[in-house]
């Protein structure tokens, strides 16, 4: 199913991301991944939101431009790769749920289908979501 969602709505989300001051190792990751998902599943090329001094966007109904499917394969590297570590690594931890969390932000039912994936693959940890 293809998505769409308001442009202003949208480009103010990335450039409140792209341009607030990173106050932790975890902030800098989760805004990097929420950053990436929202600029892939749209379209959002830099030009369009990297002066620190826009405040107005036009509005109107912004496509997906990768599917669901796309989506989900994304996910499922990070948890492979999560999986493939020799050890613990938060930075992954953290970068699949704020995975989850941006998908959401969009595609409410996409971020559950993402959530039971998580709790049917082998990692095991509280990620915080209400699965």
Known sequence: ?????????LMKRIHKIMHETTVSK?????TGVEEHVLRM???VKSFEFDDINKTEFDSYDRKQVITNEQ???LFM???EVYINLPHYRIEYFISIKALIESV???????GYELKGILNKSEIKGDFGLNI
């Open 71 to 73: 989506i989900v394969k």
């Open 77 to 79: 590297d990070y948890i």
């Open 104 to 110: 959401e932000f969009f595609n409410s039912s996409l």
């Open 41 to 43: 599943t749209f379209g």
């Open 26 to 30: 975890e902030h800098a990751i989760r």
């Open 1 to 9: 199913m293809t998505v769409y969602i308001d442009n202003e709505k």
